[in-house]
């Protein structure tokens, strides 16, 4: 276990820590200037911090798999953003939002620079916190950039929101409305039961996020962000083998944005790269970070 006294923020109870994170990994919360109520997942390190980045909808405990599979040296920062998984705050947040209280609890955790690994929404905020601060970001992965979303892909995210809105009787419906979860392990499937829902007062089961949040950020998304987007730094641009949601179209124009980035595909995944594959995830974004001479 960390030693309290030096971990950041304070201690909250929220969804365990569980395998496949040990006890070494840290559950904290810190409130920003923003106003956000953050969770993270923390651990201390030496060298370059790490910050990793979640998709819409999800949580950040979708990294756990990621992680225990790097096992980074680095110190590591995980947080749920605004309106998702068990932070809270001002009530409505989208991207720019995400923005602020990102670049505030780096200011928070003492990071003058850091790496940021980032998934589909977290891969898009990855790239606009690059441009943000240019000085402070050395490098980062982002796996399918989600910019530009397609009409169909909103209005399918538009019709899972209200239909889940209900909630579930039991974890195996929730699994069942689970979009893209076709190539999970049965751990992976376990793992997201347990930390991406809660219970009501109504006995039903719902998903950790605050509705208004993830729909303003999802709108955002269906917007050509690349006039705002100008990353100079290393990067690794990477796409799910069998991605229905991020096009090779939308991949190509990521790629031509950002003419120094590598690339790769991540074999046999969808759109859940991380809980598709986090094997994989790590190997391909390990390698980069090497590479870079972020991870030793």
Same mark, same amino acid.
């Given at each position: 276990?960390?030693?309290?006294?030096?971990?950041?923020?304070?201690?909250?109870?929220?969804?365990?820590?569980?395998?496949?994170?040990?006890?070494?990994?840290?559950?904290?919360?810190?409130?920003?200037? !923003?106003?956000?109520?953050?969770?993270?997942?923390?651990?201390?390190?030496?060298?370059?911090?790490?910050? &990793?980045?979640?998709?819409?909808?999800? !949580?950040?405990?979708? +990294?756990? &798999?990621?992680?225990?599979?790097?096992?980074?040296?680095?110190?590591?920062?995980? @947080?749920?953003?605004?309106?998702?998984?068990?932070?809270?705050?001002?009530? /409505?947040?989208?991207?720019? $939002?995400?923005?602020?209280?990102?670049?505030?609890?780096?200011? #928070?955790?003492?990071?003058?620079? &850091? #790496? =940021?690994?980032?998934?589909? !929404?977290?891969?898009?905020?990855?790239?606009?916190?690059?441009?943000?601060? @240019?000085?402070? =970001?050395?490098?980062?992965?982002?796996? $399918?950039?989600?910019?530009?979303?397609?009409?169909? =892909?909103? $209005?399918? &995210?538009?019709?899972? =929101?209200?239909?889940?809105?209900?909630? +579930?009787?039991?974890?195996?419906?929730?699994?069942?409305?689970? @979009? +893209?979860?076709?190539?999970?392990?049965?751990?992976?499937?376990?793992?997201?039961?347990?930390?991406?829902?809660?219970?009501?007062?109504?006995?039903?089961?719902?998903?950790?996020?605050?509705?208004?949040?993830? *729909?303003?950020?999802?709108?955002?998304?269906?917007?050509?962000?690349?006039?705002?987007?100008? *990353?100079?730094? @290393?990067?690794?641009?990477?796409?799910?083998?069998?991605?229905? /949601?991020?096009?090779?179209?939308?991949?190509?124009?990521?790629?031509?944005?950002?003419?120094?980035?590598? +690339?790769?595909?991540?074999?046999?995944?969808?759109?859940?790269?991380?809980?598709?594959?986090?094997?994989?995830?790590?190997?391909? /974004?390990?390698?980069?970070?090497?590479?870079?001479?972020?991870?030793?």
């Amino acid at each position: 276990m960390q030693d309290a006294a030096t971990l950041p923020g304070r201690d909250f109870e929220g969804v365990p820590v569980m395998p496949p994170l040990d006890p070494s990994w840290s559950m904290r919360r810190i409130r920003l200037s !923003t106003g956000a109520d953050i969770a993270f997942t923390w651990r201390a390190g030496t060298g370059l911090p790490l910050l &990793f980045l979640t998709a819409n909808r999800t !949580t950040r405990r979708i +990294f756990d &798999f990621v992680l225990a599979e790097m096992e980074p040296a680095n110190p590591v920062a995980v @947080p749920d953003y605004r309106g998702l998984g068990e932070s809270s705050g001002p009530t /409505v947040a989208d991207l720019d $939002d995400h923005l602020d209280d990102l670049e505030d609890l780096c200011d #928070a955790l003492g990071w003058d620079r &850091f #790496a =940021v690994v980032g998934q589909a !929404t977290g891969a898009t905020l990855a790239l606009l916190l690059a441009t943000r601060l @240019p000085d402070r =970001v050395a490098a980062l992965a982002a796996g $399918d950039v989600a910019v530009g979303l397609r009409a169909d =892909v909103f $209005d399918l &995210f538009l019709q899972q =929101v209200e239909r889940h809105e209900a909630g +579930f009787a039991t974890r195996s419906e929730a699994l069942a409305e689970t @979009p +893209f979860r076709a190539e999970w392990s049965p751990e992976v499937a376990r793992h997201w039961g347990d930390t991406a829902l809660e219970s009501t007062g109504d006995g039903r089961l719902r998903w950790r996020y605050h509705r208004d949040s993830i *729909v303003a950020t999802q709108r955002a998304l269906t917007e050509d962000l690349w006039p705002r987007i100008r *990353v100079a730094q @290393p990067a690794l641009l990477f796409h799910g083998e069998h991605c229905t /949601v991020i096009g090779q179209e939308e991949m190509r124009r990521a790629r031509k944005n950002i003419p120094q980035a590598r +690339f790769a595909t991540l074999a046999g995944a969808n759109h859940r790269l991380t809980q598709d594959s986090p094997a994989e995830f790590s190997r391909i /974004v390990s390698a980069f970070l090497r590479e870079e001479g972020v991870l030793r």
